[in-house]
């Protein structure tokens, strides 16, 4: 796409690497700081995004195939529903927390973060898989 | 607010799509800065991401698709009655606006329904420091899946639409490449 931006190529090869890093804070840290989930996504999303901007599409996909976002895409959904459905299957209500461990408190916060990660993993893919849909069209230039 | 409203009336006048996009990407980024100033920092952190972020890149990528130059359609009478829709919808929306109580009014009803419980309780029923996040992920978890849903839904319609549509060009030009192939051979 871009192959004589030499500045832009350097920078964003540096760049890159702190914005996933600083996804995963924001998504692992959402319980004390503003973030969470979505925003986590979303920046990750963003940071593959940019990556295939600069090195183009094709690039992209072979980092991150259309198959494994679709896969994660669906895996992020289950993850959410699924820690429902251990509230209910050890007898609690569905999405209750409480008692996913013996302390309510750490149910809570297992379920926060579990649930947290399957929204991350969600937003993630479905924003790489949006642009992906959107930038292949034109043949992956 | 002032600068989201000259923002705002360039967007409507600028006929060059690509600077419509970039303009709105501005826009969003004024609208994430006024939410750091009305202290919500999650919702701030969530417009500057996806509104200036993802959605400018995502308009870019429709206008490579489709082309950058709005055409320019309807008569007088279209635009007129278009703008007496706004217009009235808009001083609608500014009356309804004077019911509001006003900014950090301790007297709000957004104050007295569940806020308070939330504030006071979820230290101890949830234990996280974060209490936008405690409403979000555990007091209201049904919403936020539902939420979770509606991403993946759009993810899964984009795929439907254009996903296929892509794959169809690409076996219909594999087709071509094999009987091209093929009168080669024979």
């Given amino acids: 796409m871009m192959h004589r931006k030499v500045v832009l190529r350097v920078v964003s090869k540096f760049l890159i690497p702190p914005i996933l890093l600083f996804a995963l804070y924001v998504q692992f840290h959402g319980d004390f700081g503003p973030g969470g989930g979505f925003q986590a996504g979303v920046i990750f999303g963003s940071g593959f995004i940019l990556y295939a901007i600069l090195f183009g599409v094709d690039m992209a996909k072979r980092v991150l195939p259309p198959w494994s976002t679709r896969l994660l895409l669906v895996v992020g959904v289950l993850t959410y529903g699924l820690t429902g459905v251990a509230g209910l299957l050890l007898g609690g209500n569905y999405l209750d927390y409480n008692v996913l461990a013996h302390d309510p408190l750490h149910g809570q916060h297992y379920g926060i973060l579990i649930v947290e990660l399957g929204v991350g993993i969600t937003v993630a893919a479905a924003m790489i898989t949006i642009f992906n849909v959107f930038a292949g069209q034109t043949g992956g230039d | ?186």
């Fill in chain 2, 1 to 186: 607010m002032l600068m989201m409203g000259a923002v705002g009336l360039a967007i409507a006048r600028i006929r060059d799509l690509f600077a419509v996009s970039m303009l709105s990407g501005i826009f969003s980024l004024i609208g994430a800065a006024a939410y750091v100033v009305l202290d919500a920092v999650d919702v701030a952190f969530t417009e500057a991401a996806v509104g200036a972020g993802i959605s400018t890149v995502l308009m870019l990528g429709t206008l490579a698709l489709t082309t950058r130059k709005e055409k320019m359609g309807g008569g007088k009478s279209k635009s007129t009655a278009a703008f007496l829709v706004v217009a009235v919808t808009g001083a609608v929306l500014v009356y309804g606006t004077f019911d509001m109580p006003r900014y950090g009014d301790k007297i709000a009803a957004i104050h007295h329904h569940v806020v308070p419980r939330y504030i006071e309780k979820s230290g101890e029923e949830v234990g996280m420091p974060n209490i936008v996040t405690s409403v979000l992920a555990s007091y209201r978890g049904y919403d936020t899946l539902g939420e979770v849903f509606v991403i993946f839904t759009a993810a899964t319609g984009v795929l439907a639409i254009l996903g296929r549509a892509r794959r169809r060009r690409e076996d219909e030009e594999a087709d071509e490449g094999r009987s091209g192939t093929k009168e080669i051979a024979s």
